[in-house]
T-cell receptor, first 109, second 113 residues
Framework: GEDVEQSLFLSVREGDSSVINCTYT??????LYWYKQEPGAGLQLLTY?????DMKQDQRLTVLLNKKDKHLSLRIADTQTGDSAIYFC?????????FGKGTRLHILP | DTGVSQNPRHKITKRGQNVTFRCDPI?????LYWYRQTLGQGPEFLTY????????KSRLLSDRFSAERPKGSFSTLEIQRTEQGDSAMYLC???????????FGQGTRLTVV
């Protein structure tokens, strides 16, 4: 069945890079997504990558996709306090979007 | 277009009451999805529509839950005889078609007391 796994917690010092990892199971996924959710807020689409791409860069964000290993990562350069949130990895296999449980990113001063 | 709109934003109800939520998708988006999110979890798929047709329902959607999208535009999610376990954030999303980006609304937070 479809499943998306990601670590639940990550602590990073302000100014360092954050790397959030994710594995997924559905090889037919066309899109893979990263969503951001701040406390009490809705889901914000942060970035996405087509399954035929290896990498996508968007300002401070870099998404890497290893389709063979079904591994997706999100790198946030120069992490700021405003990056503190829960980050959800998601895939759009089988006509619906399947989410991981989310990685809570904690920024240390 | 202001994005996906959900109403109400918050709902507190007594156990056993019925509640109905509304979702207005981005105009011209054919697909509409409902998700539920509880504390510490990722959003869980409930059901989705292609235009007015409900194409899939999760086993999470008990027979107390019903969703409609009568004219292929807005959708409603009704929960009958609410239980405390129904307390969650209910999220709606829409996309233009299959395999395109989905955009989420702010959600309706339901508290059953």
């Amino acid at each position: 069945g479809e499943d998306v796994e990601q670590s639940l917690f990550l602590s990073v010092r302000e100014g360092d890079s954050s790397v959030i990892n994710c594995t997924y199971t559905d090889s037919s996924s066309t899109y893979l997504y990263w969503y951001k959710q701040e406390p009490g807020a809705g889901l914000q689409l942060l970035t996405y990558i087509f399954s035929n791409m290896d990498m996508k860069q968007d300002q401070r964000l870099t998404v890497l996709l290893n389709k063979k290993d079904k591994h997706l990562s999100l790198r946030i350069a120069d992490t700021q306090t405003g990056d503190s949130a829960i980050y959800f990895c998601a895939e759009n296999g089988d006509d619906k979007i399947i989410f991981g449980k989310g990685t809570r990113l904690h920024i240390l001063p | 277009d202001t994005g996906v709109s959900q109403n109400p934003r918050h709902k507190i109800t007594k156990r056993g009451q019925n509640v109905t939520f509304r979702c207005d998708p981005i105009s011209e988006h054919n697909r509409l999805y409902w998700y539920r999110q509880t504390l510490g979890q990722g959003p869980e798929f409930l059901t989705y529509f292609q235009n007015e047709a409900q194409l899939e329902k999760s086993r999470l959607l008990s027979d107390r839950f019903s969703a409609e999208r009568p004219k292929g535009s807005f959708s409603t999610l009704e929960i009958q005889r609410t239980e405390q376990g129904d307390s969650a954030m209910y999220l709606c999303a829409s996309s233009l078609q299959r395999d395109t980006q989905a955009f989420f609304g702010q959600g309706t937070r339901l508290t059953v007391v």
